[in-house]
């Protein structure tokens, strides 16, 4: 089975200390999504938290010897699937990010922890149980 996937926009940032997790940041970027899917952000509000998928696009290719890492915040190493870490199988990465400004097809968020120029799969809400 092949799978394709194409970014639906690109994150930016200013920043150059990026946190290693959005749950721990007080940094800020934006999103530029493709005008073909502007209208795709219309409920969107301010304030709001928004799932982003990315793309790991400068993580170092993986390997079966990063099946066990060791975080740096942790004492031990773990498995890849109870992680964060950027070198995973697929590269795709997840950030949970509030919403700061909109403006046609830029999204301005905070708690950011992608790098300037992140590919950006998909947008979905924040839905808590």
């Not at 999504?33 to 998928?53: F, H, M, N, W």
């Not at 066990?68 to 699937?81: C, E």
């Not at 992608?114 to 590919?119: A, E, S």
Request: glycine content about 6%; proline content about 10%.
């Amino acid at each position: 089975m092949r799978i394709t996937m194409t970014p639906i926009g690109v994150f930016y940032t200013d920043e150059t200390d990026i946190p290693r997790h959005w749950s721990i940041s007080d940094k800020k970027g934006w999103i530029e999504i493709d005008p073909a899917y502007t209208e795709g952000l219309k409920d969107i509000r301010i304030g709001e938290q928004i799932v982003v998928l990315f793309h790991f696009h400068r993580s170092a290719p993986f390997s079966q010897d990063l099946l066990v890492q060791k975080p740096p915040h942790k004492d031990r190493p773990m498995g890849v699937f109870s992680i964060c870490s950027p070198r995973r199988p697929n590269p795709i990465g997840f950030s949970v990010l509030t919403v700061t400004a909109i403006r046609d097809n830029i999204i301005h968020v905070d708690r950011i922890d992608m790098i300037d120029g992140t590919p950006v799969f998909d947008i979905k809400p924040f839905v808590r149980p």
